[in-house]
Structures are given as structure tokens and as C-alpha cells.
């Protein structure tokens, strides 16, 4: 019996086929659910062409109640429901009754196997496909790597593969420093160059061995959601895309996997492990996004995510200082008592870096696990420094691991039935990280270790007074490994976040740094995006000849510029919906090439999120720091367009600002591997780029270009459509998004009135303004002269901005 729904463009089906969702020229298509066991071993594959079908309107949590189908067999079912813009559907395993399903699709041994703690993964397979070669009533779906000749051997590396003219996928990796980004065509995912070292960076949502996808060398796996999109104008495919993921990572990590043929198939999947007998997974997703807006497929799954997690507005975007970068583990009192003198000499005192963080970062404590006993180059404890960081008008900020230890820690001595252990019984391994230490892991699972926490935190933060936490290597909490009590990995990780919360407050900030993302939601007010950044683009290691490609060809873990830009574009719509973003620390340091360094301070500024530096403030020149501060106060509005090409990495990246000015957009154009950008202009635009304060005249129909730029290197320019009959503020030196520092703007007959304000002090302050009637436009109250630098545009040199702001006004 067919069974049909519909929501707005959406349609799902079940018949004899199986099940189908389609939209606007594409279709999903899929009729099996596959269950595996702790090893990977498939136990059953369940037909839901032959389950039991009822229409119902189902309630997702946060989202509300939408039409639905309950597919159901012998203890499970799959409930779906249909909203406007996407699928949703969760599976339940239902604890074995007394009675036995005597059907054949389900007997009394699978029903047992299927209610039994030993199914610990699911699957979800489905083919994507033009609606209009959509599957017939009755005609089945064949599933990729199983229909294979014994003759064929390695079917994978014979089959035709899509091509990047094809299709690419946007891939979501495991946790922070995970490889994120857009992959094209038929491709190796990158891993870790290093394993050994740091495989368990990297253990995230994996397919179950039995699933017979895992044998596709090229199989592309995106940890809690990914977006695979078709291009039209390259192949014959119907363009537009597919984004499946899950609203949340609290059952178990789960994620999308697609394969390397021509014709894309694809599979949902996800552990499915819990202490109790009947089992839920996690809500997936699934949604078609028609032509090429594939930011806005990115947006809607981010925006319901938020909304299933119950998520209030982000807090504020933390703007200080770290230790890091600049020292190391290499910290001890008296240097950290000096910087904070440093900052006021910088700029805080004169109102010219109005700074609110104060970081300490790793070195402070006498072994990693032993947080609450800092080493001997604190003499007094770090209360004294969180007293003096507050008392300078700043936040105290401290970094911890707080499921890490290692070996020699006093915690580890005195409780080793708190380490995490293997199935066997051995340590588990949690990789190795600088400064040369293996980590081990805490057992969250346990109650003794949870409150252990809690003391630690209570500690550092009620009694030390530090009200930012920065929390780092959290993967550590979710290695695999087998617990004190039989919780998924995403749980045991979800406990331990909750614990630091509950003994922390509400008011204190917390940033998860090394985590995996999906169980922080909700709890973190920011998550680390990206890799460690560096003042270099390639990663780079020990200089001994012959490794430096090894070091180099890395693009997940390994600290370097280009591993931060990557992720930090990849997962860019993430701030403001989930949590602030946090890029990493900003390098304005000289070591870094000037052009560079303003275009990593433009993907900061663009992507809305954390604005932290972290050089040496002794030897920082006055020159670079200007770069920090024309970023400040941070733009609350991540990009809206991150435009996803052939490129490894986005090279336009544009957001639509709105302010006292009017509408106007801020494009970054970035040559990442060198030459000339261009953005097509569908109208006539006035075009200012910031870090060059130039000025030039778009035509419609014509290009914005770069020139030719060095590699890794871009321009920031603010495109306003042209109004020929009115005054138009263009930019200017003082703030990034050349607008925001504008809060209001009255225009007269022969006069401008505006009022700046950036909440700092700028010294020499000038902006550029279109006037069309203006011959000789004058600044009142100052003898200056503008400058015209373009037929109607002008240049105004400005006293200087104070704090507190300045209304200005210009005759003509």
C-alpha cells in the first residue's frame, strides 16, 4: 500500500519502491535499515517496504509537531516527519516483549538480537537522483557494493567515479582541529599525516566495518551533517544538493557518508548505544536545496539545530589577549604580572584597545590532570593574578584539560580506576601534543570522576576567580573505549560538559577547544572551529631533510595557517546559531608578511566570531597593532555567502551589513594560491577596499578584480549600489566593516550630519563619502580640506575619535 505526505515542496513517499523524499527536480531515494553490533558485524537489514506504515503527525522536540509516517517492524520503528523545508525521522529500538513477531521479515532470533545491547550502530542508505528518473511503483533501488562479481576484485577502483565537474561535498570533521572544508569529485578525504601520534584527534563518526560502503577508498564521511551538492552547468544532474546530518550528537556520534560513483550514493549513520533497553537515536535530518544558494542549506540546518537545542542569543565575542602563542608552557607569575602592564602601555590606558580578556594559557599547572595545584612559578597561587587581571578592568581567563592527565599526575597515582581503559583493560591512549606529552583520559561515565570535576571548577573559578574557561582536548572524554557504565561516547563527552557548566554558572564563559562538536551545543558558549593556527600557511616539523613534504601535506591537526582558514570558512555559519565561533588567535606579529596578516585579520573579522591575539607584546609594533584594532568592537554578523568553487579553499566570502548607513556588503576576496579574484556586479556599486583605502567605481555588468595578488594573500571591500542623487558613506580607516562605526546619518539639502563611535579612541580618523552635488565640501568647526579622489568622492581627515564618539558635520 502506498502512503504519501506532503509539506510545502516537499514529498515523502512509501511503497513498494521504498521510501522517496523529493523537491524541486531532485529525489532521495532508500528502502533498507541496517543494525551492526560493537565490531562493526551486521546483524540484520530490515525492509521497510514491508514494515508496517501509519500516517501520524509526529512532535520533534523544539520544532514542533509536523505530519509523519511511523514505519515500524518487530521492536523498532522509524518515525518521520515532514516540515516545509526538511525530513526528519529518529529511530527507536523498543525492549523485547513477550510475545514474538511471527512475521518472516522479522523473526524471533532478529527480534532478539535487535532488542539486545549488542546493536550499537545503524545505518540509513539512499540514492540521490533527478525527480524525474525517479523510481517507479515496484521498481527497487540497488545499493552500491553489494550486487558485485567475485571476478571483479577491488570493485571500487573499477567502477567510474564522479568528477569534480560533477559534484563536491562540504565535509564537517570530528571535532576542532579536524579536517573541515569542500571536497570535489571522487577524492581521498585527508587524514593525519601522523596516526600514531594523532589518530585519536580523529575518532569520530566511523561506518561500521560490515557496511559494505567502508570498501570505497574514496568514501567521503562528514561528521553530523555534510552537504553534498550536484553542478548543473558540469553534469546532467538536476543542480542543487543534499544536506543529512542530525539535529544533535546526545545518543551517539553520527554523520553522512557519500560514495565515489557518478550517481552518489549516500548513508546516514550513527552509534546507537545506551544504558537503558529501549534506545533512541539522535533526530536526523535530511533536506534538498534546489539551484545554487547552498549557503542557505547550511543556514536552515543550523538554525533548526538551535532551535531543537532550545538555544538563547550567544553571548558576547570574547576581545583579549592569550599566553599561548607568544610564550607557551613557557609562564610563570611575574612574566604574566608584566603583560598585564604591557596591555596598559598598548593602548588600554590611553582608550585606544579597549580589551575585556586576559587568558593564561597551558603552563601553569604542576602536572595535566593536577588542575588544582598550580606549579612553583606560581608561588602565590593564581588567585593573585586573577585579582590583578580584575583589578586592571579585565576578565581572568584560564586554559585546562579537564579530561585529560597523563601519567606521572598525582590523580592518576592515587585513583587509576578513574582512567579510561580499553576493552582489555590497558589505558587508552588520547594522542600525543605539545609540549611532548602522551595524554590519558578521565572516565566520565563515572560518578566519583564527575564530581571531581565539579570540585576542580568550583575551585578555579569561585575560588580563584577566573570567569573564562577555556577547556581544551574534550576528545579525550569521548575516545572509545569501554566505560564504567555502558554510555555512548557523545554521552560520556555530554557529561562532562554538563558537569563543568553546573559547578561553573551560567556567567561564566566557556570556550570548548579539541572538542567534539555535537554533544557541546547548548552547553559551550563558544567552540574552537579550526585547527591551531601559526604564523606560518604550511604545517611545518622537526627540520631534518627529506620530512618537511610529510609535515607540510597535512590539513587537519597540525598548527598552520591554512589548516585555520579551511575550517574556519567550512564551519563559518556556526557562530551566532550554535555558539560564538572562535578562529583561534590572531598573528600580527612581524614574523608574519604585512598583506598576510590583514587578510587572516579579514577571515577573523568576517567570520563574526572571538577576536583574541597573541604575540609577544614586548616586540609588537605599534603599525601591526592597528590591524587588531581596526576589528574592534567585532562585527556580531558572521558572512552570509561563502562562496563554495573548484577552489580548496573559498576564495570570495561576502556578508550583508545593515546600519546607520544603509545596506551595503562586505566581500573578502582572498588568492589564497595567488592571482587575480573577481565578483561579477549585477548593478553599478561604489567599491572601497579597507586596507589600502581605495577607491573605485563598479560598472554594471562589469568585474570587481583584485589585480594580481601574492599567494595568501586578499582585499576587503564594501560594495555599496550606487545612488547618484544622494550622499553615500563609503568606508573608512577606523573599523573593518566600514559602516558599523557609523551610528547615525542625517543628510540635508547642502549638508551631512553623522556621529562615529567604536568605543576607543582613533588618532587620525578619515572617511570616505560620496557627494554628488558637493564642489567644495567643508568639515564645520575645522579648517581641514578634503581630498577628492574620485569624481564626487572625497576624503575627510577628522579630528581626533574619542571613546565616547564625535558628531561631525560637512557643508557644501
Known amino acids: 500500500m502506498a502512503v504519501e505526505i506532503s509539506n510545502g515542496n516537499l514529498k515523502l513517499s512509501l511503497d513498494a519502491s521504498g521510501w522517496r523524499l523529493s523537491s524541486k527536480g531532485l529525489c532521495l531515494t532508500g528502502w533498507t535499515l541496517e543494525v551492526y553490533s560493537h565490531d562493526g558485524s551486521q546483524i540484520a537489514v530490515f525492509d521497510l517496504r514491508q514494515a508496517d506504515v501509519q500516517r501520524q503527525q509526529v512532535d520533534v522536540p523544539g520544532l514542533g509537531t509536523a505530519p509523519g509516517l511511523v514505519i515500524s517492524g518487530s521492536h523498532w520503528q522509524l518515525q518521520w516527519a515532514l516540515s516545509e523545508a526538511a525530513a526528519f525521522f529518529q529511530l527507536e529500538v523498543l525492549p523485547t516483549s513477550s ?43 540497488q545499493r552500491p557494493g553489494v550486487e558485485v562479481q567475485e571476478d571483479e576484485g577491488c570493485c571500487w577502483e573499477k567502477r567510474k567515479k564522479r568528477t569534480s565537474m560533477h559534484s563536491s561535498m562540504l565535509v564537517n570533521g570530528w571535532q576542532s582541529f579536524g579536517f573541515s572544508g569542500v571536497l570535489h569529485g571522487a577524492c581521498r578525504q585527508p587524514t593525519t599525516t601522523m596516526p600514531f601520534f594523532s589518530g585519536a584527534f580523529h575518532c569520530g563518526a566511523r561506518m561500521p566495518e560490515g557496511c559494505p560502503y567502508v570498501s570505497d577508498p574514496e568514501l567521503l564521511v562528514s561528521d553530523m551533517y555534510g552537504y553534498l551538492y550536484l553542478h548543473q552547468e558540469r553534469c546532467d544532474a538536476a543542480r542543487g544538493g543534499v544536506l543529512a546530518g542530525f539535529l544533535s550528537q546526545a545518543a551517539g556520534f553520527g554523520g553522512f557518508a557519500v560514495t565515489s560513483d557518478p550517481e552518489p550514493h549516500c548513508v546516514l549513520f550513527s552509534e546507537l548505544q545506551s544504558e537503558d533497553r529501549e534506545r533512541a537515536s539522535d533526530w536526523c535530518y535530511l533536506s534538498i536545496q534546489s539551484g545554487a544558494e547552498h549557503d542557505v542549506a547550511v543556514q536552515k540546518y543550523l538554525e533548526m539545530s538551535a532551535k531543537y537545542h532550545r538555544l538563547q542569543r550567544t553571548k558576547p565575542q570574547p576581545v583579549g589577549w592569550c599566553s599561548w602563542y607568544c610564550h607557551g608552557p613557557h609562564v610563570d607569575e611575574l612574566l604574566m604580572m608584566h603583560s598585564l602592564k604591557e596591555l596598559k602601555t598598548l593602548g ?38 586573577a585579582d590583578a587581571v580584575k583589578a586592571h578592568g579585565l576578565v581572568p581567563g584560564i586554559w585546562l584539560a579537564p579530561a585529560a592527565l597523563t601519567k606521572g599526575s598525582r590523580v592518576a597515582k592515587e585513583h587509576p580506576e578513574w582512567i579510561l581503559r580499553d576493552d582489555h583493560g590497558g589505558e587508552v591512549s588520547c594522542g600525543f601534543t605539545a609540549p611532548g606529552l602522551w595524554m590519558r583520559a578521565l572516565d566520565t561515565s563515572m560518578p566519583e570522576v564527575l564530581e571531581h570535576v565539579k570540585k ?36 560520556a563527552l555530554r557529561l562532562l560538559m554538563e558537569a563543568i557548566r553546573e559547578a561553573a554558572g551560567d556567567d561564566v564563559f566557556i570556550l570548548a577547544c579539541g572538542a567534539p562538536l555535537g554533544p557541546c551545543i547548548g552547553v559551550a558558549d563558544a567552540a574552537r572551529i579550526s585547527a591551531d593556527t601559526a604564523d606560518h600557511w604550511y604545517p611545518v616539523g622537526p627540520d631534518i631533510w627529506g620530512t618537511r613534504w610529510f609535515f ?261
Request: aromatic fraction near 8%.
Open 99 to 141: 510475545s514474538a513477531d511471527s512475521s518472516p521479515e522479522h523473526s524471533s532470533s532478529r527480534s532478539e538480537l535487535l532488542a539486545s545491547p549488542s546493536i550499537e550502530h545503524f545505518c540509513v542508505p539512499f540514492h540521490v537522483d533527478s525527480a524525474e528518473n525517479e523510481l517507479s511503483q515496484g521498481q527497487e533501488f
Open 348 to 385: 588600554m590606558d590611553s582608550g585606544e584597545l579597549p580589551l575585556q580578556l586576559f587568558q593564561l594559557d597551558d603552563g601553569w599547572q604542576s602536572a595535566w590532570g593536577d588542575w588544582m595545584r598550580p606549579n612553583p612559578k606560581f608561588p602565590n597561587g593564581l588567585k593573585p593574578l
Open 456 to 491: 576542580t571548577i568550583r575551585t578555579i573559578v569561585h575560588d580563584w576567580g577566573f570567569r573564562y574557561l577555556k577547556c581544551d582536548f574534550l576528545h579525550c572524554a569521548a575516545m572509545p573505549a569501554k566505560r564504567f557504565r555502558p554510555v555512548s561516547r557523545a554521552k
Open 552 to 812: 607540510k601535506s597535512d590539513r587537519t591537526n597540525l598548527p598552520a595557517a591554512r589548516n585555520m582558514v579551511c575550517s574556519t570558512l567550512a564551519r563559518l555559519h556556526m557562530n551566532s546559531r550554535l555558539w560564538v565561533n572562535d578562529p583561534d588567535c590572531l598573528h600580527i606579529r612581524k614574523e608574519v608578511d604585512l598583506a598576510e596578516a590583514q587578510t587572516l585579520a579579514s577571515v577573523v573579522a568576517l567570520s563574526g566570531g572571538s577576536v583574541i591575539f597573541s604575540d609577544d607584546l614586548k616586540s609588537l609594533p605599534k603599525d601591526r597593532l592597528e590591524i587588531l584594532k581596526a576589528l574592534l568592537p567585532p562585527m556580531e554578523i558572521p558572512a552570509a555567502e561563502v562562496h563554495f568553487t573548484h577552489e580548496e579553499i573559498p576564495t570570495k566570502v561576502v556578508t550583508r551589513l545593515t546600519a546607520a548607513v544603509g545596506s551595503w556588503r562586505l566581500c573578502g576576496l582572498f588568492a589564497w594560491q595567488g592571482g587575480e579574484v573577481q565578483l561579477a556586479m549585477d548593478q553599478e556599486y561604489h567599491s572601497f577596499e579597507f586596507w589600502s583605502c581605495t577607491y573605485q567605481r563598479c560598472r554594471a555588468g562589469g568585474v570587481l578584480s583584485t589585480g594580481e595578488l601574492k599567494p595568501r594573500t586578499g582585499h576587503l571591500y564594501a560594495l555599496r549600489p550606487l545612488e547618484p542623487d544622494k550622499a553615500q558613506y563609503l568606508g573608512s580607516n577606523i573599523h573593518a566593516s566600514c559602516g558599523f562605526e557609523v551610528c547615525k546619518w542625517e543628510e540635508a539639502d547642502e549638508s551631512v550630519c553623522f556621529s562615529l563611535h567604536v568605543k576607543r579612541l582613533v588618532a587620525a580618523p578619515e572617511v570616505w563619502i560620496f557627494l554628488p552635488r558637493a564642489s567644495k565640501p567643508r568639515l564645520e568647526g575645522t579648517s581641514l580640506e578634503a581630498a577628492q579622489v574620485h569624481p564626487q568622492v572625497w576624503r575627510f581627515a577628522l579630528p581626533p575619535l574619542q571613546a565616547a564618539g564625535s558628531t561631525l558635520r560637512i557643508d557644501w
